[in-house]
């Protein structure tokens, strides 16, 4: 477990529950959701409200010692970020032939114990996700992104219930570790509370 500390509220935790940002070229302040991009790296807990207050309390200004740009929508593009890289990671279980798509799929694998963990669309029917979830109430289940979303890993309109299916060839399955941590920021992201703005007259904004 890699502990950071957040620049807002100034407690640690643990990096898959944060999001990095770094200042681009023209000290605008990126999301570094990939965790890659060179600078110095200032960390901040993956949640609407946290990350709103960044302007008020100036915390990106203080953590670089100067002036700091948002872009217009700001708190929007974090947001699609991390639904692309939950998204991604989908794609990425989709090639490794470790999704099963469909109720009847995964009611099947379900009765045979070859699920690790679900994904549910976040408005998807209740009915049919409690169907499956009373064959195996122990199964993790991931519910934080909309069925359009999801759908974009599947070249199709939607996808509802979705499963990742027991590796037998792996012993440290990455994959899952990876979902957990992808959904996990953006599920922590999305319940927090969106009555907030980024607005200070103190910082400027760019288009993007």
Same mark, same amino acid.
């Not at 950071?4 to 100034?10: A, D, F, H, Q």
């Given at each position: 477990?890699?502990?950071?500390?957040?620049i807002?509220t100034g407690q640690?935790r643990?990096s898959v529950q944060?999001?990095?940002?770094?200042?681009?070229?023209f000290g605008e302040?990126v999301?570094?959701?990939?965790?890659k991009?060179?600078g110095k790296?200032?960390w901040?807990?993956?949640c609407?409200?946290?990350?709103?207050k960044?302007?008020?309390?100036?915390s990106?200004?203080?953590s670089m010692?100067?002036?700091v740009l948002f872009s217009?929508?700001?708190?929007?593009n974090?947001?699609?970020?991390l639904v692309d890289?939950a @998204?991604s990671?989908v794609g990425? $279980? /989709?090639?490794?032939g470790r999704?099963?798509?469909? !109720?009847?799929? %995964?009611?099947?694998?379900l009765?045979?114990?070859?699920?690790l963990?679900?994904?549910?669309?976040?408005?998807g029917a209740?009915?049919?996700?409690n169907?499956?979830?009373?064959?195996?109430?122990?199964i993790?289940?991931?519910?934080? @992104?909309y069925?359009?979303?999801? $759908? /974009?890993?599947?070249e199709?309109?939607?996808a509802i !219930?979705?499963? %990742?299916a027991v590796d037998?060839?792996?012993?440290?399955?990455?994959l899952?570790t990876?979902?957990?941590k992808?959904?996990?920021?953006?599920?922590q992201?999305?319940k927090?509370n969106?009555n907030?703005k980024?607005?200070?007259s103190?910082?400027?904004?760019?288009?993007?």
């Amino acid at each position: 477990m890699t502990l950071r500390k957040c620049i807002v509220t100034g407690q640690s935790r643990d990096s898959v529950q944060m999001i990095r940002f770094v200042l681009g070229p023209f000290g605008e302040v990126v999301p570094d959701i990939e965790e890659k991009l060179p600078g110095k790296g200032m960390w901040v807990t993956s949640c609407y409200q946290t990350i709103a207050k960044t302007a008020e309390k100036k915390s990106f200004e203080r953590s670089m010692h100067r002036k700091v740009l948002f872009s217009d929508r700001f708190l929007e593009n974090i947001e699609q970020k991390l639904v692309d890289r939950a @998204v991604s990671a989908v794609g990425i $279980a /989709r090639r490794a032939g470790r999704v099963l798509a469909g !109720h009847a799929k %995964i009611d099947r694998a379900l009765r045979d114990r070859k699920v690790l963990l679900r994904i549910e669309a976040k408005d998807g029917a209740e009915d049919g996700r409690n169907k499956l979830t009373r064959l195996d109430p122990n199964i993790p289940i991931l519910d934080c @992104v909309y069925g359009k979303e999801l $759908a /974009r890993a599947f070249e199709t309109r939607h996808a509802i !219930h979705l499963a %990742i299916a027991v590796d037998n060839k792996k012993g440290n399955d990455g994959l899952m570790t990876k979902l957990k941590k992808d959904f996990g920021r953006l599920e922590q992201f999305r319940k927090s509370n969106k009555n907030v703005k980024l607005e200070n007259s103190t910082y400027q904004c760019i288009e993007t």
